[in-house]
């Protein structure tokens, strides 16, 4: 029988428990940074919530106003270019940039300067304001928002990727700001009023 080194046995023994070692270090890894991009577009569903009492309004979007026992000023408005609403009675009120119970602040201080006494004003948003796709879709242009909307939505909305598109990334404008980033395809992304999305062309 062959004599046993020991020696070996001790090496053989060391390289397995430092491979298994860094199999797991990789694992970790991976999680960490798939727990980190889920945590960011959760952070980002929180930061850019759509019900009425957080979403910030902008122009274009379409707002219910209720003014209790004032039948002629009850209706619906849109916030215009320059971020207000004309509301009989009342005027131009700002909106654009706030909340609908900011906006219902607004409306019931201007209206009690009038003939209206003590105003009670409810105001939600009746439809927001659209987003944009343009690059290799079939059918760039602008598409009504509805809640809950992801960037595959909005592609398939647009007739899906045409055959030159990159259909792992996309570029992504949030309402407001003038600065494009990239978003993987890899997760859902969400899509706001007011984005601009843009699918790249693939090379090859």
Known sequence: MAPINLDQLDVSDMLQRYILL?????????????LDASNALSAERAAHASSSST????????????????QDITGEYEIDSAGSVSIPLAGHVKAAGLTTRQVERGIAAA????????????????????????????????????????????????????????????????SGSTTEETYPLTAPVPVYPGDNIRVPERYF
């Open 22 to 34: 860094l199999v797991c270090g990789v694992l970790a890894c991976a999680v960490t940074v798939a």
């Open 55 to 70: 979403y910030i309004l902008g122009p274009n979007d379409r707002i219910r106003v209720k003014v209790y026992g004032e």
């Open 111 to 174: 209206l009690s300067k009038g003939i209206v006494r003590d105003p009670r004003v409810n105001v939600e948003v009746a439809a927001y304001r659209p987003y944009y796709i343009l690059g290799e879709v079939k059918k760039s242009g602008e598409y009504p928002y509805r809640n809950g909307l992801t960037v595959l939505d909005a592609v398939a909305s647009a007739g899906g990727f045409t055959y030159r598109a990159n259909e792992g990334k996309v570029y992504l404008r949030r």
